[in-house]
């Protein structure tokens, strides 16, 4: 199974809707404009200032929701050329206004359709460092349909999650297309639909490549009781590989990728591959290779796509990452690396309502926390693709200890 960042949720969004809940202890009640369900799965949204009496537990950020994957939502509503939006973190106040204040350019008009990703979008992601979990579609209205009107009170986001990460799958051979052979080297077979070898094209006159992913290229190698795939670039022949990464979104790029084109690209921030040292964890402690680290081979994202993610005008985040690694003859040894992209959602302009914020730039990334510098295991949040070269990617590895200044 793919490694999935953010299972699906449903965000509430309550406009213009006021409760009244009788017979509370004045001990136990707190005034808020945004209540969370237990499991984290619904956020409720009062609108206009509106505050509604709740207990002090529903207003704490309860341990189910510290602990979940997103803790920083950003959600904008557009009509014509009229921007609300807003964004906040759990525990804090979400207040958005304004959401229908012209409706259609008119004030007090009929209803405004916000049923497209292009006319209402939520992101849900990290707070610390603005990793995007999870794209978000207004899909039904207390009104009927996905559209908003005067007498609205409350619409409903679908958060299709981001998928990333390095898959193993446990099947036969032949059942995917870029699936290696069980054998005694790694009897489950590897299938490699995140990152695949190329060639890719726009990487440039002259790149080579290998056609796909082979029992040749590629392998499973196991560090700490756990497996990793091992990508084995040639070492004799090919000085330039090229390889691609894809990032997929909840049922499928080809049906829902208008999901993963509502993030748009941060020109002035241009996307980058970083290479990294090798590392896992194990019993709660890093683990480094002690020697054959591999600092001579490039791993950089294929000059066509930069060029694109840092044009001109609003530009559509493409899923298809093309990779170009180039190595030395004097290459050997082992690396890893992890992938970025800023993005920002669907329009970064100000906002026009009064209590609004300006755009968040999120980041797409393999992996998310301090894990994106630890190997991808296609199961973890680890965010790091284990690349070798004239080496097996077992060896030594050597137990890093750390412990706090006293």
């Not at 002035?268 to 964890?281: D, I, V």
């Amino acid at each position: 199974m793919k490694k999935l960042i953010l299972a699906g949720i449903i965000v509430l969004i309550a406009m213009f809707a006021v409760t009244c809940d009788e017979g509370l202890d004045a001990d136990d009640v707190e005034y808020t404009d945004v209540v969370y369900s237990p499991d984290g799965s619904q956020v409720t949204i009062y609108l206009d200032g509106v505050k509604v009496p709740v207990t002090k537990a529903q207003r704490a950020v309860s341990r189910d929701l510290a602990t979940m994957a997103y803790d920083f939502l950003e959600v904008i509503f557009i009509d014509g050329s009229y921007v609300a939006r807003n964004s906040w973190e759990l525990g804090y106040p979400a207040g958005i206004s304004g959401v229908h204040r012209t409706l259609g350019g008119v004030a007090g008009a009929g209803a405004v359709p916000y049923g497209t990703l292009a006319q209402a979008c939520l992101f849900a992601g990290k707070k610390d460092g603005k990793t995007l979990f999870g794209i978000g579609q207004l899909t039904s209205a207390d009104t009927g349909g996905t559209s908003v009107s005067p007498t609205t009170n409350t619409v409903t986001f679908s958060i299709r999650a981001i998928q990333t990460g390095l898959t193993v799958l446990d099947g036969s051979p032949g059942a995917g297309a870029n699936e290696s052979t069980p054998g005694p080297s790694h009897p489950r077979g590897v299938v490699f639909s995140s990152l695949q070898f190329g060639p890719t094209a726009g990487t440039g006159a002259g790149a080579t490549g290998y056609t796909s992913n082979t029992t040749t290229n590629t392998e499973l190698v196991t560090h700490g009781g756990i497996q990793y795939p091992l990508y084995k670039l040639p070492t004799t022949g090919q000085s330039t590989v090229n390889m691609q990464y894809t990032f997929s979104v909840v049922g499928g790029n080809t049906t829902y990728i208008s999901f993963l084109q509502a993030a748009k690209y941060v020109t002035a921030s241009p996307p980058f591959a970083q290479r990294r040292t090798p590392r896992y964890m194990e019993k709660g402690a890093y683990r480094e290779p002690k020697s054959l680290v591999n600092t001579r081979t490039k791993v950089e994202i294929a000059s066509s796509y930069v060029s694109t993610a840092t044009g001109t005008g609003t530009v559509a985040f493409d899923p298809v990452v093309p990779l170009v690694l180039t190595s030395p003859a004097t290459a050997n040894g082992i690396l890893s690396f992890y992938l970025e992209i800023p993005v920002y959602m669907v329009n970064n302009a100000a906002p026009d309502n009064t209590d609004g914020k300006t755009f968040t730039t999120w980041k797409i990334r393999t992996g998310y926390g301090s894990e994106l510098y630890s190997l991808d295991d296609g199961v973890s949040n680890g965010g790091c693709a284990l690349i070798g070269l004239g080496v097996d990617g077992t060896g030594d590895w050597l137990n890093i200890d750390w412990e706090w200044v006293k």
